[in-house]
Each structure stands twice: as structure tokens, then as C-alpha cells.
């Protein structure tokens, strides 16, 4: 490439602002969001990458197949890090807990650390180095902890902190410790996030639980992480850690009703998972003992690469497409160039040229949208991008600017190739060849269809999950408030934790408290227990406990007999039970009212005795989880040993909150409220759904955008393709609406192509998004109607100018040239 | 039938303008065959174009069958050009992508014929001009004679008062060229108005009337 070549290519630029505007920001726009869509992608693909030799690590998973729904959980029984540490083949075992969330006192305001207790050796295997201080300190002594750096500017705005000894509570307990080390923040992309890390000799921690977390005598779970080498097989491990827990289980003497149940599966399934792929294990049980961790799908992922290489593609078409055209219009340029002497080779030259300096002016202007969009990009995907702008990263996107912009100066280079001068000299052009033409029109066509097929999709995506969090659950959400006891406060052992739900009950802006093991809408410790009515066969129902005013609070009417009732029923009685209308069926009764006093024969995996319960009343079926699970039959049954409190407002629940806040000082003043409302328990089960239609919204507005300049380009060419045509039409008397219904319908049926390529695609995919759901939104397929409306807009509004082009064309001179 | 009265058409590229059509005055009878002839840039085209109600002078006044249209809109012009005047031109102008029978009912699509009446039009016209078994061809497979004649078709399938022929065989060796001098002679005498633009004396001297433009002005 010559320097003469890119002057010609700039003065060709700035002598068509116009063309040049867009082509630039066409290929731009597409570039930033490939960069924006790739580097997502790359980001959630290298979650805990930062691990030294990440690819030696694994996660110790296990499934207890007796009760909790047979369901995954990242953790395992703490017993197995010693059993690990001793396998063949291991070379690190250790592991972290979320026991004991702490809470550090600064200046009298009580703050909440994101904070993990690391067990023997999980600095080491994490690569875990101080900035400042003595990590090994920080995890051994009794009175010290470490703390990242955020985390330090976050609370005392410097990382000269030192030695600084700070008041830390947490499960209610209260001690003072310094802080040892001062640590680098984990990357974003982590499944063990922290701010704060102590070590097990903490006086905070009790020394029943630091025993547990060494011997695991009690089989409490815990994140366990151990290092194989890379010689040696995982599955081997596995296998031995499996053949460990087989043996182990035996103690707990299950009943042989229990054994039989489990049909010849394992009591306890053990499963190593590589921690670069804990990122995308969604499938786990999260408890309140989990990290508060945002799980990725490796299809959406793959999905969001697609549709950046799709954008680029679409964006690349386009500069195609509009060089194309140019090269047409320049045909007497090119002749003459022939004609003086110019050789393909340097006319490959000065069309590199061209793209070059509109592919680097492109890239240069896509690097300062995607800078500008990362902020946005980061809000809408719920995760912290600000890494993806490494320096490596824009040596990236300069390549991949470049890359581009040499793959789209071929096909216009070739078509100036075979330009023959005499032919246009002589006002004869012949420049592109009819399928050469259909080609670009197919792409012009897969453009405008991407951009439907997307919007589509995003539509149906963004309707669902509205549907989903705004549907029903079967009780009114709106004025109730959601929070958790602390570790250790149940109602039913803790005298304070009975004054402070007393004392909030009396509050004026309180209509009702109630307590629950669990919130409806959210299944963190899955229980299930097995039933049978009189001359039935056994069911096993998902079991939820409750105090007596529950359902008074949730609003929530019987089907059938009666629900529980403070007035009547004792708290923890074990006798009353109510089902759901899912639940009678399963077990066999003709009717709800039929269900209603009938006695229930019930058996706990773990317990050998058999409980006789009585059905007070049919509850309706209400939404408890998401409804990509399938509803199930429930039990409920009192109990006080839940620690989630629902408060019901009795008018404004900012005025409830408050009220709430006030009591929560007076009886816990050193640890901080966590309360939400009601609905956002649902909402949180559609988070990434809602991440996601926000993430498509963003590609199908780029979509729009690049396919509104395709649409632009195309009409652009067959107005210009057109031109004589039009001409002669108008001479033979075609008026302003005959010339604009010609162009019209040249685009029409590129648009109606395009809705016949890509709207059966989107269906099927729309079909397979929605089909884990249990309920779908009922417009879902509209989406496809008003993605074609809205694409057949778009390209209206994308052709308007061409049309008019047509419409003001004089006759005289079009035909004269 | 048409008559220009101190019709002045000017044009303006940047700070330059050039007078085309300078204070013309001419009058053309109907049935007759003016041939307009001068050298290149002399206004020729400008005066076909104006006569052919494409354009609109600046100045003066431009009258067509009694009509002082000078000031029409576009969309008048083209209610009073449609059907009653007739182009041809030297590069034939015929569509690609059309063939022949679609390119000549090209100009009855505007008309109120109905479909069957413009299929049975534009046979005939086919037919008369000899191009009738070339009906179903693309241009580029016909001869440069083969592709005026379709033109000429096209031109005369509206049964136009007035055919407007710029240089017509231009593009055409002498022989075609003879045929297409012939056609033109045979349209006339069968009473349409035919004004022609030509640098050839001698094909100049074969119409009824001769006008020497030069720099815009008739001489």
C-alpha cells in the first residue's frame, strides 16, 4: 500500500461525507458491538482463570439422594478434604466457608463484609499473595483478618489500614480484630468472590464449627477445592472420594424402606467438576450458605457469540455493499486508470487502501462506542466488564479492525477487475454480473431477516420474563417484605428473637408477621418427606414450614376446611398439616373437600419412625418457585425453626420498612438488615433472563441499525441500477406514487424474503426458550409480527431517501448521461 | 402544435452558467418532420427535452396543443405528455432485464388501456416493425438495427402525436441507420409529428424542415 493510494482514499472520503459518514459508522457500530457481544463472552468463558493452573482444579460436589429433591450442591462433606489430601494424585485440598458472614464496626456504622473463612491451604492453592501486610498472619492468628483492597478504600478510604483493629460480629458474636494483609481484589469473573478473608483460628469462629470444618465428624457440607496432578486422573479421584462416602454413609443406618426408595442409587453421589466450569454449573441447590455467585449458560454464551460474529458479518455485508456500489459509479475512473496503465495489482492496492483507512477510522470510532456502551453493557449483563478494556484487548480489536477491513476490500477489488475500459469509455458499462448481484441482494436479504429474527426472539424473551415476574404467584406480593433472621435467632429457641417479632407486630405501620423456613418463591433448602392416606401408595411432597399466621399474612383463602389459624392452632404441632390442590390429587382424592380431615401416614428419610398427620385444609397451588420448575405437590406444617420473617405493611411499606429497620436496631444494632420485598424473590428467579432480553435488546437495536443501513445501501443500488428505467417510466407518464410504489416493493420483497428466511428460525427458537417454562405468555408468537412491522418500518424509514431520490429523478438527464 | 416563444433555458454548475436555449422562437405544425441539426453542446438535447415536456424553460413560453405549459408542475407535464408523445433516442435505452415485448408495453403501463388491449398493442406495433419473432428476447440478444427498431416500437405504442427522435441512429451503421430514416419517413407520412435531432446532413435533409441551432440560438 502506497502513501499516494491513501491520499486518493481521503480525498475519495472527505469529496463524500455522505458515503463516507456511512460507512464508517456502519462498520464501526458493528465493531463495537462484536467487541462488546465477543468480549462478554470471552469474560464469562474465563471465570477463575486467575487460579494458578486453573485447569488442575476442581470443585467437590455432592447430591444426597435421600432427601432435598436429589439435587446438586457445590460443597461436600468437610470430611472429604483430609480424605483428598491423602488420595493419590492430589496435591492440594482445602477449601472456604460462608458460616460466618462478618460484620466490622467503623465509626459506629455497622457494614457488611463479604467475608470467607479460608480452610488450611486455600491461599496457597488460590494463588493468594498480600499487597501489604502478612497473609499468613491473617489467616492464622486469632485476632486478625485480611481485607481486598476495594474493600479497604470502600471502608476507609486508604489501604493504610494496617494493623487498624476494628470491632467484627458476626452470628451475634462480637470481638475485635486487626487487619493483617491488605489482598488484591479477585477478578469479577470469580465464582469464590471476597472481600474479606479469615482463617478458622479467628476467636469469631466457635470451636464446634472450626472442629467440623477440620474433622468433618458431623458431615456438615463445605466448599471443598483440590488440585490434581496433571498426570493423574479425575476420574480416579472421583472414584476414590466416592468409594469413601459409600462407606461413611453407613453410618447413619438408614432405614431399608429408605434404601429401597433410593432404587439401587448411590445414598451419597460424589462429582468433581473442573473449577473453570463451575461458572455454568446452574443446576446447584443455592442455600444461605452459598456465595452470592451469578451462574452463566454455556448456549447463551455461545448464543452471544454468534450474534457478535453475526453483527460483524451483517456490518461487513454492508461495507461490501456500499463499495461496491461506489466501484459502479466510479467505473469511468477505473477505466481510465486501465487506460494509463494501472494494473490489477495496483488496483488491489488502492481498494485495500480505501477499506483500510475506513476499516482503521472504523475501529478507532467502534473502540470509543464500545468504551462508551461498557457501562451500559455491564448494567444490562449484570456483571463487572471494566477488565474487558485491557490493553491486549484493544491490540485485539485494532487486529480484528484491520482483519475486517482487508476481507472486505476483495470482492470490491475484484468487481473493479473486471471493469473493461473501451466497454465504459464508451458508454457501455458492464460491471457486475447478475448472480454476482443476487449474491449481495441474499445478503442485503439475511440482514434485514437477522435483525427480525433477533428483535423477535428479544421480544418473546423480554414478555416472558415480564410474565413471569409479574404473573400471580396465587397471593398479592405488593405489601410484603421479606427478611432474615441471624444464624442462631430461630423464633421458636431465641427469647430475644420472640420480643423483637413481638415488638414488631405491635408497630403501627405492621399489619402481620409471619415466619418461614423459606420464602415463597425461592427453594434453598429443598425437604421432602414421604406420605400415605389410608389404603394409598406413598408420595414424596416437598414439605414447607411455617408459624401459625402464615397464610392470614400471605392473604392466602382455603380450597377446602381451613388453613392454619393462630386462633386454634399450637405453634409446632406436628398433627395439622394442609396440602395444596396438586398434592390431594397425587395422593388420590377425588376432591379437595374429600382430602379435608383425612389422617396421613408420614416417614422422614433420615427418622425410622412413622408420624401420623391430620389435613386441616386444601391451600390453592401457589407459584413457589421459578416456573421453569414444574409445580410440585406440597405439605405445609409449623414449625418455628424457619428464619424468614415476612412482615405484612398495612398501608405504605416504605412506612412498614422503617418501622422494621427501627426494631431491628434496637435488638440487633451490630449486624445489618437484609429485607426486600416480596416480589423481587421472583424476580431474582429471572434475573439472567432479564439480563439476557436486556443484552439482546442492545444486538437487535445494533441489528436494526446495520440492517436500516443495508436496507439504505440496497435501495441506494437499485435506484441507481434503476435509474433509466425509472426514466423511461416516468417519460411514458409514471407518476410521483407509480415511482415510489417501484421502489417500494424492490424492498418489500427483500423484507418479505427476509421474514420468510428468518421467522421460522426465530419461532424455533422462541419454542425452545419457552419450553422449560411451565406458563408461557400467551402473545409470545405476536413477537414475530411486530419484529416484521418493526424491520418493515425500519427499512420504510431506511429507504425513504432513495425513494425520493427516484421520485425527484429528471428524466432528461438520467437518460442524457 | 408546439411552439416556443423567446424560450430561454439556462443551466448552472457552480459559478458557471451556460445559456442553452437562447430567446427561441419556433413554431412546428402538426404532421410535420423537423429535423434539429448543430454541433454538440449547441442546445439540441435541451430543445428535445423541453419540446418533450422533461424540462421546463426559464424564460419565455413553451406551448404544446394550445397550451402555455412553461409554468406547469412535474406531474401536469406528465398527464399531458403521457400518451401523446413518442422518444427515441440513440442508445435505444431499452431495459436489460426486460425483453423485448416487456420493454415496449413498458410505456402502455400508465395508460388506461386495459391488459389484454396492451398485449394486442404491443404485438401489432411488433409486428409492424418487424420485430415480432424477437418478442420473447433480452436487448443484448438483438442487432443495434434489431434494438432501434424496438425502440421505435416502444416510442409508437401510445399512438403518440409527436415522436422526439435524439439522434437516432447514432448508434447504427449505415445500413440500420437507413432503415430506421425509412421508418421515421413511413411514421410521418401516416400524420405523427416527428421532430429529430441529428448531426447527419444528410439524414437532416430527409425530414420536411431543417433548424441549425447554434450556441443556443437558431441560425
Same mark, same amino acid.
Given at each position: 500500500?502506497? /502513501?499516494?493510494?491513501?491520499?486518493?482514499?481521503?480525498?475519495?472520503?472527505?469529496?463524500?461525507?455522505?458515503?463516507?459518514?456511512?460507512?464508517?459508522?456502519?462498520?464501526?457500530?458493528?465493531?463495537?458491538?462484536?467487541?462488546?457481544?465477543?468480549?462478554?463472552?470471552?469474560?464469562?468463558?474465563?471465570?477463575?482463570?486467575?487460579?494458578?493452573?486453573?485447569?488442575?482444579?476442581?470443585?467437590?460436589?455432592?447430591?444426597?439422594?435421600?432427601?432435598?429433591?436429589?439435587?446438586?450442591?457445590?460443597?461436600?462433606?468437610?470430611?472429604?478434604?483430609?480424605?483428598?489430601?491423602?488420595?493419590?494424585?492430589?496435591?492440594?485440598?482445602?477449601?472456604?466457608?460462608?458460616?460466618?458472614?462478618?460484620?466490622?464496626?467503623?465509626?459506629?456504622?455497622?457494614?457488611?463484609?463479604?467475608?470467607?473463612?479460608?480452610?488450611?491451604?486455600?491461599?496457597?492453592?488460590?494463588?493468594?499473595?498480600?499487597?501489604?501486610?502478612?497473609?499468613?498472619?491473617?489467616?492464622?492468628?486469632?485476632?486478625?483478618?485480611?481485607?481486598?483492597?476495594?474493600?479497604?478504600?470502600?471502608?476507609?478510604?486508604?489501604?493504610?489500614?494496617?494493623?487498624?483493629?476494628?470491632?467484627?460480629?458476626?452470628?451475634?458474636?462480637?470481638?475485635?480484630?486487626?487487619?493483617?494483609?491488605?489482598?488484591?481484589?479477585?477478578?469479577?469473573?470469580?465464582?469464590?468472590?471476597?472481600?474479606?478473608?479469615?482463617?478458622?483460628?479467628?476467636?469469631?469462629?466457635?470451636?464446634?464449627?472450626?472442629?467440623?470444618?477440620?474433622?468433618?465428624?458431623?458431615?456438615?457440607?463445605?466448599?471443598?477445592?483440590?488440585?490434581?496432578?496433571?498426570?493423574?486422573?479425575?476420574?480416579?479421584?472421583?472414584?476414590?472420594?466416592?468409594?469413601?462416602?459409600?462407606?461413611?454413609?453407613?453410618?447413619?443406618?438408614?432405614?431399608?424402606?429408605?434404601?429401597?426408595?433410593?432404587?439401587?442409587?448411590?445414598?451419597?453421589?460424589?462429582?468433581?467438576?473442573?473449577?473453570?466450569?463451575?461458572?455454568?454449573?446452574?443446576?446447584?441447590?443455592?442455600?444461605?450458605?452459598?456465595?452470592?455467585?451469578?451462574?452463566?449458560?454455556?448456549?447463551?454464551?455461545?448464543?452471544?457469540?454468534?450474534?457478535?460474529?453475526?453483527?460483524?458479518?451483517?456490518?461487513?455485508?454492508?461495507?461490501?455493499?456500499?463499495?461496491?456500489?461506489?466501484?459502479?459509479?466510479?467505473?469511468?475512473?477505473?477505466?481510465?486508470?486501465?487506460?494509463?496503465?494501472?494494473?490489477?495489482?495496483?488496483?488491489?492496492?488502492?481498494?485495500?487502501?480505501?477499506?483500510?483507512?475506513?476499516?482503521?477510522?472504523?475501529?478507532?470510532?467502534?473502540?470509543? /462506542?464500545?468504551?462508551?456502551?461498557?457501562?451500559?453493557?455491564?448494567?444490562?449483563?449484570?456483571?463487572?466488564?471494566?477488565?474487558?478494556?485491557?490493553?491486549?484487548?484493544?491490540?485485539?480489536?485494532?487486529?480484528?479492525?484491520?482483519?475486517?477491513?482487508?476481507?472486505?476490500?476483495?470482492?470490491?477489488?475484484?468487481? =473493479?477487475?473486471?471493469?473493461?475500459?473501451?466497454?465504459?469509455?464508451?458508454?457501455?458499462?458492464?460491471?457486475?454480473?447478475?448472480?454476482?448481484?443476487?449474491?449481495?441482494?441474499?445478503?442485503?436479504?439475511?440482514?434485514?431477516?437477522?435483525?427480525?429474527?433477533?428483535?423477535?426472539?428479544?421480544?418473546?424473551?423480554?414478555?416472558?420474563?415480564?410474565?413471569?415476574?409479574?404473573?400471580?404467584? @396465587?397471593?398479592?406480593?405488593?405489601?410484603?417484605?421479606?427478611?432474615?433472621?441471624?444464624?442462631?435467632?430461630?423464633?421458636?429457641?431465641?427469647?430475644?428473637?420472640?420480643?423483637?417479632?413481638?415488638?414488631?407486630?405491635?408497630?403501627?405501620?405492621?399489619?402481620?408477621?409471619?415466619?418461614?423456613?423459606?420464602?415463597?418463591?425461592?427453594?434453598?433448602?429443598?425437604?421432602?418427606?414421604?406420605?400415605?392416606?389410608?389404603?394409598?401408595?406413598?408420595?414424596?411432597?416437598?414439605?414447607?414450614?411455617?408459624?401459625?399466621?402464615?397464610?392470614?399474612?400471605?392473604?392466602?383463602?382455603?380450597?377446602?376446611?381451613?388453613?392454619?389459624?393462630?386462633?386454634?392452632?399450637?405453634?409446632?404441632?406436628?398433627?395439622?398439616?394442609?396440602?395444596?390442590?396438586?398434592?390431594?390429587?397425587?395422593?388420590?382424592?377425588?376432591?379437595?373437600?374429600?382430602?379435608?380431615?383425612?389422617?396421613?401416614?408420614?416417614?422422614?428419610?433420615?427418622?425410622?419412625?412413622?408420624?401420623?398427620?391430620?389435613?386441616?385444609?386444601?391451600?390453592?397451588?401457589?407459584?413457589?418457585?421459578?416456573?421453569?420448575?414444574?409445580?410440585?405437590?406440597?405439605?405445609?406444617?409449623?414449625?418455628?425453626?424457619?428464619?424468614?420473617?415476612?412482615?405484612?405493611?398495612?398501608?405504605?411499606?416504605?412506612?412498614?420498612?422503617?418501622?422494621?429497620?427501627?426494631?431491628?436496631?434496637?435488638?440487633?444494632?451490630?449486624?445489618?438488615?437484609?429485607?426486600?420485598?416480596?416480589?423481587?424473590?421472583?424476580?431474582?428467579?429471572?434475573?439472567?433472563?432479564?439480563?439476557?432480553?436486556?443484552?439482546?435488546?442492545?444486538?437487535?437495536?445494533?441489528?436494526?441499525?446495520?440492517?436500516?443501513? @443495508?436496507?439504505?445501501?440496497?435501495?441506494?443500488?437499485?435506484?441507481?441500477?434503476?435509474?433509466?428505467?425509472?426514466?423511461?417510466?416516468?417519460?411514458?407518464?409514471?407518476?410521483?406514487?407509480?415511482?415510489?410504489?417501484?421502489?417500494?416493493?424492490?424492498?418489500?420483497?427483500?423484507?418479505?424474503?427476509?421474514?420468510?428466511?428468518?421467522?421460522?428460525?426465530?419461532?424455533?427458537?422462541?419454542?425452545?426458550?419457552?419450553?422449560?417454562?411451565?406458563?408461557?405468555?400467551?402473545?409470545?408468537?405476536?413477537?414475530?409480527?411486530?419484529?416484521?412491522?418493526?424491520?418493515?418500518?425500519?427499512?420504510?424509514?431506511?429507504? =425513504?431517501?432513495?425513494?425520493?431520490?427516484?421520485?425527484?429523478?429528471?428524466?432528461?438527464?438520467?437518460?442524457?448521461? | 402544435?408546439?411552439?416556443?416563444?423567446?424560450?430561454?433555458?439556462?443551466?448552472?454548475?457552480?459559478?458557471?452558467?451556460?445559456?442553452?436555449?437562447?430567446?427561441?422562437?419556433?413554431?412546428?405544425?402538426?404532421?410535420?418532420?423537423?429535423?434539429?441539426?448543430?454541433?454538440?453542446?449547441?442546445?439540441?438535447?435541451?430543445?428535445?427535452?423541453?419540446?418533450?415536456?422533461?424540462?421546463?424553460?426559464?424564460?419565455?413560453?413553451?406551448?404544446?396543443?394550445?397550451?402555455?405549459?412553461?409554468?406547469?408542475?412535474?406531474?401536469?407535464?406528465?398527464?399531458?405528455?403521457?400518451?401523446?408523445?413518442?422518444?427515441?433516442?440513440?442508445?435505444?435505452? /431499452?431495459?436489460?432485464?426486460?425483453?423485448?415485448?416487456?420493454?415496449?408495453?413498458?410505456?402502455?403501463?400508465?395508460?388506461?388501456?386495459?391488459?389484454?388491449?396492451?398485449?394486442?398493442?404491443?404485438?401489432?406495433?411488433?409486428?409492424?416493425?418487424?420485430?415480432?419473432?424477437?418478442?420473447?428476447?433480452?436487448?443484448?440478444?438483438?442487432?443495434?438495427?434489431?434494438?432501434?427498431?424496438?425502440?421505435?416500437?416502444?416510442?409508437?405504442?401510445?399512438?403518440?402525436?409527436?415522436?422526439?427522435?435524439?439522434?437516432?441512429?447514432?448508434?447504427?451503421?449505415?445500413?440500420?441507420?437507413?432503415?430506421?430514416?425509412?421508418?421515421?419517413?413511413?411514421?410521418?407520412?401516416?400524420?405523427?409529428?416527428?421532430?429529430?435531432?441529428?448531426?447527419?446532413?444528410?439524414?437532416?435533409?430527409?425530414?420536411?424542415?431543417?433548424?441549425?441551432?447554434?450556441?443556443?440560438?437558431?441560425?
Amino acid at each position: 500500500m502506497r /502513501l499516494p493510494d491513501l491520499r486518493v482514499a481521503w480525498r475519495l472520503m472527505v469529496k463524500e461525507p455522505g458515503y463516507s459518514l456511512v460507512a464508517v459508522l456502519g462498520l464501526a457500530v458493528g465493531l463495537a458491538a462484536f467487541l462488546l457481544l465477543s468480549g462478554f463472552a470471552r469474560y464469562s468463558w474465563s471465570y477463575d482463570a486467575h487460579v494458578p493452573d486453573a485447569g488442575q482444579v476442581y470443585v467437590i460436589k455432592h447430591r444426597f439422594n435421600v432427601e432435598g429433591g436429589r439435587r446438586w450442591r457445590d460443597k461436600a462433606p468437610l470430611m472429604l478434604r483430609e480424605v483428598a489430601r491423602t488420595t493419590p494424585g492430589v496435591t492440594q485440598s482445602t477449601g472456604y466457608l460462608a458460616w460466618f458472614p462478618l460484620n466490622i464496626e467503623v465509626d459506629g456504622q455497622v457494614h457488611r463484609l463479604k467475608s470467607l473463612t479460608a480452610l488450611p491451604g486455600f491461599a496457597e492453592l488460590m494463588g493468594l499473595k498480600a499487597i501489604k501486610g502478612d497473609l499468613d498472619e491473617a489467616l492464622t492468628r486469632p485476632d486478625a483478618f485480611a481485607i481486598t483492597e476495594s474493600a479497604a478504600l470502600r471502608l476507609f478510604g486508604t489501604t493504610d489500614v494496617i494493623g487498624r483493629a476494628f470491632l467484627l460480629n458476626s452470628v451475634e458474636t462480637s470481638s475485635t480484630a486487626r487487619i493483617a494483609a491488605i489482598l488484591r481484589d479477585p477478578p469479577a469473573n470469580t465464582t469464590i468472590p471476597f472481600e474479606s478473608l479469615n482463617g478458622l483460628a479467628l476467636s469469631l469462629v466457635p470451636p464446634m464449627f472450626r472442629d467440623e470444618a477440620l474433622q468433618g465428624q458431623q458431615g456438615w457440607p463445605g466448599n471443598l477445592l483440590i488440585r490434581i496432578h496433571p498426570d493423574a486422573s479425575a476420574a480416579a479421584v472421583q472414584e476414590a472420594l466416592q468409594q469413601f462416602t459409600d462407606q461413611a454413609v453407613k453410618r447413619l443406618n438408614l432405614s431399608e424402606a429408605t434404601m429401597a426408595a433410593l432404587a439401587g442409587a448411590r445414598v451419597m453421589d460424589i462429582q468433581l467438576l473442573p473449577l473453570r466450569d463451575a461458572y455454568f454449573d446452574g443446576n446447584v441447590v443455592v442455600d444461605a450458605q452459598s456465595l452470592p455467585v451469578d451462574r452463566g449458560d454455556r448456549r447463551v454464551i455461545g448464543g452471544v457469540i454468534a450474534i457478535a460474529a453475526l453483527i460483524l458479518a451483517l456490518a461487513a455485508i454492508n461495507y461490501v455493499n456500499l463499495a461496491t456500489i461506489r466501484v459502479i459509479r466510479r467505473q469511468r475512473e477505473i477505466g481510465m486508470r486501465k487506460v494509463l496503465g494501472f494494473g490489477n495489482g495496483r488496483l488491489a492496492f488502492q481498494f485495500l487502501a480505501e477499506s483500510m483507512l475506513v476499516a482503521l477510522l472504523a475501529t478507532a470510532v467502534g473502540l470509543l /462506542l464500545a468504551v462508551l456502551a461498557l457501562p451500559l453493557l455491564s448494567e444490562l449483563a449484570n456483571r463487572d466488564l471494566e477488565s474487558m478494556l485491557s490493553p491486549g484487548n484493544i491490540v485485539a480489536a485494532i487486529g480484528i479492525g484491520l482483519a475486517v477491513g482487508l476481507l472486505v476490500s476483495i470482492y470490491p477489488a475484484w468487481i =473493479a477487475f473486471r471493469v473493461r475500459p473501451a466497454e465504459v469509455l464508451a458508454g457501455r458499462p458492464d460491471t457486475e454480473s447478475l448472480p454476482a448481484r443476487r449474491l449481495r441482494q441474499a445478503l442485503s436479504v439475511l440482514q434485514i431477516g437477522a435483525a427480525m429474527g433477533l428483535a423477535s426472539f428479544t421480544l418473546a424473551v423480554a414478555w416472558q420474563t415480564r410474565f413471569a415476574i409479574d404473573g400471580s404467584p @396465587g397471593f398479592d406480593p405488593a405489601p410484603l417484605l421479606i427478611f432474615e433472621m441471624n444464624e442462631g435467632r430461630k423464633l421458636g429457641a431465641d427469647d430475644t428473637t420472640r420480643a423483637f417479632l413481638a415488638e414488631l407486630a405491635q408497630q403501627p405501620p405492621v399489619a402481620g408477621v409471619a415466619v418461614s423456613a423459606d420464602a415463597i418463591g425461592r427453594t434453598r433448602n429443598p425437604w421432602s418427606q414421604e406420605f400415605t392416606k389410608e389404603g394409598g401408595r406413598p408420595v414424596t411432597f416437598e414439605v414447607r414450614e411455617m408459624t401459625t399466621p402464615f397464610f392470614e399474612e400471605y392473604g392466602i383463602r382455603p380450597v377446602a376446611g381451613r388453613l392454619f389459624d393462630p386462633k386454634i392452632d399450637k405453634e409446632d404441632d406436628p398433627v395439622p398439616v394442609v396440602l395444596n390442590e396438586m398434592a390431594a390429587r397425587e395422593l388420590g382424592f377425588a376432591s379437595a373437600h374429600q382430602a379435608v380431615g383425612s389422617a396421613l401416614r408420614a416417614r422422614s428419610a433420615m427418622q425410622p419412625q412413622i408420624d401420623t398427620v391430620r389435613v386441616i385444609g386444601i391451600a390453592p397451588d401457589l407459584r413457589l418457585r421459578s416456573l421453569r420448575e414444574p409445580p410440585v405437590g406440597v405439605v405445609y406444617h409449623l414449625w418455628t425453626g424457619g428464619m424468614t420473617v415476612t412482615v405484612r405493611a398495612r398501608g405504605s411499606v416504605a412506612d412498614a420498612a422503617s418501622a422494621v429497620r427501627n426494631v431491628w436496631q434496637k435488638y440487633f444494632p451490630r449486624t445489618e438488615l437484609d429485607m426486600r420485598p416480596a416480589k423481587d424473590i421472583y424476580a431474582a428467579n429471572y434475573a439472567d433472563d432479564a439480563s439476557l432480553a436486556k443484552l439482546l435488546s442492545l444486538a437487535t437495536i445494533v441489528a436494526m441499525f446495520i440492517a436500516a443501513i @443495508g436496507a439504505y445501501v440496497l435501495a441506494t443500488d437499485a435506484v441507481q441500477r434503476r435509474t433509466r428505467e425509472i426514466a423511461l417510466r416516468k417519460l411514458f407518464g409514471a407518476r410521483r406514487r407509480d415511482v415510489g410504489r417501484l421502489v417500494a416493493k424492490e424492498m418489500g420483497v427483500i423484507v418479505l424474503l427476509a421474514a420468510a428466511v428468518s421467522l421460522p428460525l426465530a419461532a424455533l427458537a422462541i419454542a425452545r426458550y419457552l419450553a422449560p417454562f411451565s406458563e408461557r405468555t400467551p402473545g409470545a408468537y405476536w413477537a414475530l409480527a411486530l419484529a416484521g412491522i418493526a424491520a418493515l418500518a425500519v427499512v420504510a424509514i431506511a429507504t =425513504a431517501r432513495q425513494a425520493g431520490v427516484a421520485i425527484r429523478l429528471k428524466p432528461a438527464t438520467a437518460l442524457r448521461s | 402544435m408546439l411552439k416556443f416563444v423567446n424560450t430561454t433555458k439556462k443551466f448552472v454548475g457552480g459559478e458557471v452558467i451556460t445559456t442553452a436555449l437562447n430567446r427561441i422562437n419556433l413554431e412546428i405544425a402538426a404532421g410535420e418532420y423537423l429535423a434539429v441539426t448543430g454541433p454538440s453542446g449547441c442546445g439540441k438535447t435541451t430543445l428535445l427535452s423541453i419540446l418533450g415536456m422533461l424540462d421546463t424553460p426559464d424564460g419565455g413560453e413553451y406551448w404544446f396543443d394550445g397550451q402555455n405549459v412553461a409554468n406547469y408542475r412535474e406531474d401536469q407535464l406528465n398527464d399531458l405528455r403521457r400518451g401523446r408523445i413518442g422518444f427515441i433516442f440513440q442508445s435505444f435505452n /431499452l431495459i436489460e432485464e426486460l425483453s423485448v415485448e416487456e420493454n415496449v408495453g413498458m410505456a402502455l403501463e400508465y395508460s388506461d388501456a386495459s391488459a389484454k388491449e396492451r398485449h394486442e398493442r404491443v404485438a401489432q406495433v411488433l409486428e409492424k416493425l418487424g420485430v415480432a419473432h424477437r418478442a420473447k428476447h433480452r436487448p443484448s440478444q438483438l442487432s443495434g438495427g434489431q434494438q432501434q427498431r424496438v425502440a421505435v416500437a416502444r416510442a409508437l405504442v401510445t399512438k403518440p402525436a409527436v415522436l422526439l427522435a435524439d439522434e437516432p441512429t447514432g448508434n447504427l451503421d449505415s445500413a440500420h441507420g437507413e432503415e430506421v430514416m425509412k421508418l421515421l419517413e413511413q411514421i410521418n407520412s401516416e400524420g405523427t409529428t416527428i421532430v429529430m435531432v441529428t448531426h447527419s446532413p444528410a439524414h437532416a435533409a430527409r425530414a420536411k424542415r431543417t433548424v441549425g441551432l447554434l450556441d443556443g440560438a437558431i441560425v
